[in-house]
């Protein structure tokens, strides 16, 4: 009897988790891009909302635009100094040249 009140108390609490779960909208901070961030035109403030992209490395990304005109495609960034695979990797789905 007491196997069966068990099975009948943890099946409906998986249940609700599972739910919970699935409803769940994706964890991003509130300075986190609700849209992707077009590193053509992006300022310095915007730039920063990326995760890891602190003040100097944003201002390195709009220096290194104005010096060597517009990025082509995304994968251009690591082109920037403080700017990894690693880092790109994070912020690859937020950004956009277009």
Same mark, same amino acid.
């Given at each position: 009897? &007491?196997?069966?009140?068990?099975?009948?108390?943890?099946? *409906?609490? #998986?249940? #609700? !988790?599972?739910?919970?779960?699935?409803?769940?909208? *994706?964890?991003?901070? $509130?300075?986190?891009?609700?849209?992707? =961030?077009?590193?053509?035109?992006?300022? #310095?403030? $915007?730039?920063?909302?990326? *995760?890891?992209? +602190?003040?100097?490395?944003?201002? &390195? =990304? #709009?220096?290194? &635009? +104005?010096?060597? +005109? @517009? !990025?082509?495609?995304? $994968? $251009?960034?690591?082109?920037?100094? +403080?700017?990894?695979?690693?880092? !790109?990797? @994070?912020?690859? *789905?937020? =950004?956009?040249?277009?």
């Amino acid at each position: 009897m &007491r196997s069966f009140m068990v099975k009948g108390f943890v099946f *409906p609490l #998986v249940l #609700v !988790f599972a739910l919970v779960s699935m409803m769940t909208v *994706p964890s991003f901070s $509130e300075d986190s891009p609700a849209k992707k =961030i077009n590193i053509n035109s992006a300022s #310095v403030k $915007e730039l920063q909302k990326l *995760p890891q992209i +602190g003040a100097v490395v944003a201002q &390195r =990304i #709009v220096d290194y &635009r +104005g010096k060597h +005109g @517009k !990025f082509t495609k995304i $994968e $251009e960034i690591m082109k920037v100094k +403080g700017i990894g695979e690693k880092m !790109f990797l @994070k912020i690859k *789905p937020l =950004i956009t040249v277009e």
